[in-house]
């Protein structure tokens, strides 16, 4: 079936340096809907960014992902890491014929001053 | 608009005991979802309403786990017989339509001793 992998469990960096966060997905299908998710502490899970379109860099809250189907990926970046995006977040996808979500195991960033 | 309300936020069960969850769904959202949230597993699927529909329960464990929709304004997960290792936080979203943005609840933190 389908699924997603997060290999980082746990990334830590220093305030000012660039994020990537790691995500590839398996599917058989080709509409293929990828997501980021924010977790922060005490909230909800909220949308972060989403995408479809192979090859489009798609663009939030100075996050960005692109959508490489023929590597199968969809890693998050950010330029320059804050403290605020301390927070677990999740690849997700969307496929198959029912259009059900599957998530990955989440990797948790964590900002040091 | 009130979000995605689910009811109770923490409930604590002795083994063997049954738990029901409640989700109220953002006012006409059609699609209706419920997930585990646990460190190991991160987000596990559980089960997807479309139109109060049962779509997807691929990710219901079959024995003691059970989902209704009886109307477009909630949504019960019923435990039967809970053990220790169904201890989770289980998180409902709703949506508007298949693949597209899924908005979460504050979930539920069930604990079985």
């Known amino acids: 079936g389908d699924s997603v992998t997060q290999k980082e469990g746990l990334v830590t960096l220093t305030e000012g340096l660039p994020v990537m966060l790691n995500c590839t997905y398996q599917?058989?299908?080709?509409?293929?809907?990828l997501f980021w998710y924010v977790h922060y502490l005490n909230e909800s899970p909220r949308l972060l960014l989403k995408?479809?379109?192979?090859?489009k860099r798609t663009e939030h809250q100075g996050f960005h992902a692109t959508l490489h189907k023929s590597s199968s990926s969809f890693h998050l970046q950010k330029s320059s890491a804050q403290l605020s995006d301390s927070a677990l977040y999740y690849c997700?996808?969307?496929?198959?014929?029912?259009?059900?979500?599957?998530f990955g195991t989440g990797t948790r960033l964590q900002v040091l001053p | 608009n009130a979000g995605v309300i689910q009811t109770p936020r923490h409930k604590v069960t002795g083994k063997g005991q049954e738990a029901t969850l409640w989700c109220e769904p953002i006012?006409?959202?059609?699609?209706v979802f419920w997930y585990r949230q646990t460190i190991v597993q991160g987000l596990e699927f559980l089960t997807y309403?479309?139109?109060?529909?049962?779509?997807?329960d691929s990710g219901m464990p079959k024995e003691r786990f059970s989902a209704q929709m009886p109307n477009q304004s909630h949504s019960t997960l019923k435990i039967q017989s809970t053990q220790p290792q169904d201890s989770a936080v289980y998180l409902c979203?709703?949506?508007?339509?298949?693949?597209?943005?899924?908005?979460f609840g504050p979930g539920t933190r069930l604990l079985v001793l």
């Open positions: 599917t058989i299908y080709s509409n293929a809907f």
């Open positions: 006012s006409g959202h059609s699609a």
């Open positions: 997700a996808l969307s496929a198959s014929n029912t259009n059900k979500v599957v």
């Open positions: 309403f479309r139109n109060q529909a049962p779509i997807d």
């Open positions: 979203a709703s949506g508007t339509g298949d693949q597209d943005t899924q908005y």
């Open positions: 995408s479809s379109t192979d090859n």
